[in-house]
């Protein structure tokens, strides 16, 4: 039966779409444009609000089931500047290039391909990392690889996006909305989420590196600093 009921949402929602797209285009072909758009504007209104109405039959006031959030940009962002990072834990170990250099380098390195797969995070990620850090800092020390690593998995590297995101969460769980946190991200994002005191927000996390498939296709996915 729900299986059906999404199913006829999604139909109805295409059906709903192109209604409006269809009445816009009459629109613009008629004889007096202002009329004909303001026609349009009325109708659209209509197939917006019968929408609604269907919606609202189905599910109440909830009009989605669940939310899914990403982490890195959306949830957490990095305090500092990730260069500025590799350059001041690297200096001890002789790293000598700029925070313009380590980032341009960085960039280069996250860009290229990484073996036969898309998926760059599997379990906690340290081979790909530690490529990462060795070609932007020019460094392959493992007790700064190790440093750095381990730094990106405290409360002290990041923060959370909006202060106040545990009110807005709170308030959409109340509504009856599932919360579930879905990233590209290696083993570490569990316990950043502990660390931020956040992860009780979310009745999910499903992260790339767990399952070993891509959470966003290639070209949406959001690139971090975790190393």
């Given at each position: 039966m729900e299986a059906a009921r999404a199913k006829?949402?999604?139909v109805l929602s295409r059906i709903f779409i192109n209604n409006v797209n269809d009445k816009a285009q009459r629109a613009m072909r008629s004889g007096s444009s202002f009329d004909g758009l303001a026609k349009y504007s009325t109708s659209a209104a209509a197939v917006v609000k019968d929408y609604e109405d269907y919606r609202k039959s189905l599910y109440g006031d909830i009009t989605h089931k669940a939310l899914l959030v990403d982490a890195v940009g959306t949830l957490v962002a990095p305090s500092?500047?990730?260069a500025q990072i590799y350059r001041q834990m690297g200096e001890k170990y002789g790293v000598e290039y700029s925070e313009d250099e380590i980032l341009r380098r960085y960039r280069w390195?996250?860009?290229q391909p990484w073996?036969?797969?898309?998926l760059r995070y599997v379990n906690d990620g340290r081979p790909f990392w530690q490529y990462?850090?060795?070609s932007s800092t020019g460094c392959s020390d493992t007790q700064y690889f190790e440093e750095l690593y381990n730094y990106y998995t405290?409360?002290?590297?990041w923060h959370l996006c909006d202060p106040d995101a545990e009110k807005v969460f709170e308030a959409?769980?109340?509504a009856g909305v599932k919360l579930a946190v879905v990233s590209n991200f290696d083993t570490r994002l569990r316990p950043l989420l502990r660390a931020l005191n956040c992860d009780h927000w979310f009745d999910v996390v499903a992260v790339s590196a767990?399952?070993?498939k891509s959470c966003t296709p290639p070209h949406q996915t959001h690139t971090h600093t975790l190393s």
């Amino acid at each position: 039966m729900e299986a059906a009921r999404a199913k006829l949402t999604r139909v109805l929602s295409r059906i709903f779409i192109n209604n409006v797209n269809d009445k816009a285009q009459r629109a613009m072909r008629s004889g007096s444009s202002f009329d004909g758009l303001a026609k349009y504007s009325t109708s659209a209104a209509a197939v917006v609000k019968d929408y609604e109405d269907y919606r609202k039959s189905l599910y109440g006031d909830i009009t989605h089931k669940a939310l899914l959030v990403d982490a890195v940009g959306t949830l957490v962002a990095p305090s500092q500047p990730m260069a500025q990072i590799y350059r001041q834990m690297g200096e001890k170990y002789g790293v000598e290039y700029s925070e313009d250099e380590i980032l341009r380098r960085y960039r280069w390195a996250y860009g290229q391909p990484w073996g036969r797969s898309r998926l760059r995070y599997v379990n906690d990620g340290r081979p790909f990392w530690q490529y990462i850090v060795s070609s932007s800092t020019g460094c392959s020390d493992t007790q700064y690889f190790e440093e750095l690593y381990n730094y990106y998995t405290t409360e002290k590297a990041w923060h959370l996006c909006d202060p106040d995101a545990e009110k807005v969460f709170e308030a959409i769980k109340k509504a009856g909305v599932k919360l579930a946190v879905v990233s590209n991200f290696d083993t570490r994002l569990r316990p950043l989420l502990r660390a931020l005191n956040c992860d009780h927000w979310f009745d999910v996390v499903a992260v790339s590196a767990e399952v070993r498939k891509s959470c966003t296709p290639p070209h949406q996915t959001h690139t971090h600093t975790l190393s």
